[in-house]
């Protein structure tokens, strides 16, 4: 199996470029992933509801809504984007940044993200270099981006991704693609119980919730994927970031305290650092504290 990465392997040059041109492929999915994916699950939610609140009412045939029907329309004017229009990051820029029927602004952060993840799939390449690791680090890659989005609108850490995420870490840890299965198997369930058992701890405390559910699986998936031992680096970097992120929201914004600031962004952030550079940040951790 290792002879289909060797061309590439002898071309990192090749390897890289190639994986930011698919990574932009991959962000334009991802646009519609985030969009689309927190209102199927409403829609789910709507009618289980509907059948448990009134089983002997029959429910209208909706419209199929997932991700790949309807086909994507300007949300100004319900114009069809053409196959033209769809190219990652050139149509929004040979269309400069309006749509072609209406001339209304697209939203700037389809262009962002689909940007964001041709360079961290670029990251990921020059990395690891062509092979089983780069593969696996980019799916990781791409699912940290859209939990990170759907998070930051809707305050949801998606079970549709984050479980079988969580299983896909399990299962390659049997190939020591990054850790063993020791260390995944102890990481996923070490993950989950820190932020549980804080949650818990604060509720208990003052009477409120702290964080949601999707939390602990999204730190069971990196504990997982990275092993026990890089979770103290990854709780490290997600909190440091949080409160400076946090602080300066209520500092320069006025930002209301009590209103939730989700957590899953500076978790996936911290997530993924530490699987380009935990190893490196935390040999120079435990120089620093003078325990290597």
């Known amino acids: 199996m290792h002879a289909i990465f060797e061309p590439l392997q002898q071309n990192p040059g090749l390897f890289i470029a190639l994986s930011a041109i698919l990574g932009l492929l991959v962000g334009s999915f991802l646009n ?36 790949a029907s ?12 053409r196959a033209w229009e769809n190219i990652p990051l050139i149509s929004y820029l040979l269309l400069r940044g309006k749509c072609s029927s209406c001339q209304n602004p697209i939203a700037i952060r ?8 041709a360079m961290m799939t670029a990251i990921v390449a020059w990395h690891f270099g062509a092979g089983w690791q780069a593969l696996a680090a980019m799916v990781f890659s791409w699912s940290l981006i859209a939990l990170t989005m759907i998070d930051f609108d809707h305050q949801l850490l998606p079970d549709n991704i984050t479980l079988p995420l969580l299983w896909l870490g399990l299962l ?12 995944s198997l102890i990481g996923a369930a070490a993950g989950y119980l820190v932020l549980w058992s804080v949650y818990w701890l604060f509720k208990l405390l003052t009477g409120k919730e702290g964080m949601g559910y999707g939390d602990f699986k999204l730190l069971a998936v990196l504990g997982a994927w990275m092993g026990w031992q890089l979770l103290p680096v ?16 209520i500092l320069t914004r006025g930002r209301d305290r009590n209103i939730p600031i989700p957590f899953g962004p500076y978790l996936a952030a911290a997530g993924w650092i530490t699987l380009i550079w935990g190893a490196e940040i935390n040999q120079a951790y435990l120089e620093f504290a003078g325990l290597a």
């Not at 689309?36 to 009412?57: D, V």
């Not at 990854?234 to 929201?249: E, P």
């Open 110 to 117: 389809y262009p962002i993200i689909e940007l964001v993840c």
């Open 32 to 67: 519609v992933v985030i969009h689309r994916l927190p209102k199927m699950m409403e829609n789910e939610w709507r009618s289980q509801c509907l059948t448990l609140l009134e089983p002997n009412t029959e429910q209208k045939v909706a419209t199929p809504f997932n991700l």
């Open 70 to 81: 309807p086909a994507s329309r300007c949300p100004h004017c319900n114009h069809k984007i």
């Open 234 to 249: 990854i709780i490290l970097l997600s909190s440091i970031v949080g409160a400076v992120v946090g602080i300066t929201l």
């Open 172 to 183: 390659i840890s049997l190939a020591g693609v990054f850790v063993d299965s020791h260390a």
